[in-house]
Every structure is written in C-alpha cells, then in structure tokens.
C-alpha cells in the first residue's frame, strides 16, 4: 500500500538535520494534496509557475509561505510579486531589477536566491559561480531597497554516480562560503543553501544545504 502525503512529508522531515528546512514542491499538485501536507504542519511550500502560484496563494491558507523556484520570466514577476515569501530562481540581472520595480510597487521587500549552474546539464539556467561573483562585485544590488539576496539555490546533475553529485553541492557549498565572506560580512542574511530534491536531498544536507526542495518523494509523481 502507498503511504499517504502526511507519512511521506514525516520520512523526509526525519531525514532532515535541525537547521534545514523544507520546501514542499507542489507543483501540479491539486489544492487537497498541499491542505494534507498543511494539517500535518507544513508551511513552506514550492512552486515552478506564476499562475499556478497566484491561484494557489489566493485560496490556501495565508500562512503558507510560497517559494518560487522555476525560470521566471520577467514579464511574470508582477503577477507573483504580492504573494512569493522567496524567489529562488533569480538567474539575471534583469530579473533581479523587475523583482526591485515589482517589489516598490507593492511596498516589500522580497527575499531572493541566486541561482547557481553547476551541473552538466546545457539547459538549465543559473549564473556561473563566476558570473555570480561578477553580479554582486558590480554591486547595483547594493541599491536595491525591495530585494534581499539571501543566498544560493542550485540544481546537481540528474545522475545516478552520488560522488558526482556529492561534488557539485560541494562546488556551490564553497561558492556560497566565498561569497559569504566577500560581500556579506556585514550582514547575516546571506545564509541559504538550497539544494536537494527527492532523489539527492540526503547528499544535499551533508553538503550545506538549508532548505531543500522535495516534490516527488512526498506527493508521489506528477
Ligand atoms: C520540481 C522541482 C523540484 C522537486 O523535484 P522532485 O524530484 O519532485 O523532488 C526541486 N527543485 C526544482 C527547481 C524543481 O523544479
């Protein structure tokens, strides 16, 4: 017999090192899969497109916080802006300005994550770690009152070989630490590591993850 999502969500969170969190990814999964995952006390959930985001926030419980973690189009952020407790996927300079005008225009300041490309993969998206060392050594960020960077989300190779994958959360463990230290001494908010999915959270938490992003291992497949 299956487990249900509320056994599903207490295996992960066992697994789970006091200090991370978890992010519940729920797309494509129906209102009643993320209220039973609620009940039994989740609070953070994770999301890959606008609209789906809008529909949920504006009808589930509003104390969920709604993470955003798919490529957004900078068109979209306007429509996410009001509702995302944090954008993980911020992977331009202009996505990150639209995040700046859309976050004034509402009055917030939005908690965001740069996203690393480590990975083998040609087609995902993210700054480079030297791309990312360039965006903040420019500094406009620096001038941007209604964004927060709080740190690195990143994706590993979609492998089976667990050392491969075990080297690429380590490359952006290291990433994160160096800029850490290079442009966040002053401020202790730079502290997310988000990595980790249904198949490779555990190697992630050995590797400096704070948050990581389970969909499939709690709602089964989409
Ligand atoms: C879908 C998704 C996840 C969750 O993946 P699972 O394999 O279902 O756990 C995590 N991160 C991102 C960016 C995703 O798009």
């Known amino acids: 017999m299956e487990l249900g999502i509320a056994d599903n969500l207490r295996k992960v969170l066992e ?6 969190r978890l992010v519940a990814v729920s ?14 006390g989740q609070r953070i959930f994770g999301e890959s497109h ?22 957004l189009q900078t068109n979209k952020v306007k429509y996410v802006a009001p509702y ?33 490309h480590i990975a083998q993969e040609a087609t995902k998206y993210g ?22 960077i709080c740190g690195l989300m990143m994706m590993a190779s979609h492998v089976e070989d667990a050392t491969i994958i075990a080297h690429e959360f380590e490359e952006a463990h290291q990433c994160f630490e160096l800029l850490r230290r290079e442009f966040f001494t002053d401020s202790s908010s730079f502290c997310e590591c988000s ?20 969909g499939t291992a709690i709602f089964g497949n989409r």
């Open 84 to 116: 995302v407790a944090m954008i993980e996927s911020v992977d331009s300079l202009k996505l990150l300005r639209e995040i700046e005008k859309q976050g004034a225009r509402c009055g917030r300041c939005i908690d965001v994550l740069l996203e690393l």
């Open 15 to 20: 697994a789970l090192p006091e200090g991370v």
């Open 50 to 71: 606008a609209q789906e985001l809008v529909q949920k926030a504006t009808t589930l419980p509003q104390d969920i916080r709604w993470h955003f973690i798919g490529h």
């Open 27 to 40: 797309k494509y999964h129906p209102a009643e899969s993320i209220l039973e995952a609620y009940h039994a």
């Open 195 to 214: 990595w980790g999915m249904s198949h490779d959270y555990p190697i992630a938490v050995q590797h400096g993850a704070t948050l990581v992003r389970v």
């Open 127 to 148: 700054f480079s770690p030297t791309e990312c060392h360039t965006l903040l050594a420019e500094g406009e960020w620096r001038t941007m009152k209604h964004v927060r």
